[in-house]
């Protein structure tokens, strides 16, 4: 799960770093987003998962669940969760 997400994001960095200055506000047509219209609903969804994921991790933390395995305690700590 974690490499579909982060190939999906470098996919759409590529995507992105190949939009010119004067393209962001193009939109296939009348009444559609523009480019940058898009850009910003994906980044504010990026928000709203990362907090369900970030809860979800530390709900596992919080029932000994990620003791299991190291390296996803390491993530929790990270993140912030004690």
Do not use: P
Request: with cysteine; aromatic share 10%; charged share 20%.
């Amino acid at each position: 799960m974690i490499n579909a997400l982060t190939g999906s994001l470098d996919n759409l960095d590529t995507v992105l770093a190949s939009v010119l200055d004067d393209g962001w506000d193009w939109a296939e047509k009348e009444g559609k987003w523009s480019i940058r219209q898009v850009t910003h609903h994906l980044a504010e969804d990026c928000n709203v998962y990362t907090f369900i994921i970030e809860r979800g991790l530390g709900n596992a933390w919080m029932q000994g669940v990620l003791w299991r395995v190291s390296w996803q305690y390491g993530m929790v700590k990270s993140a912030g969760v004690e």
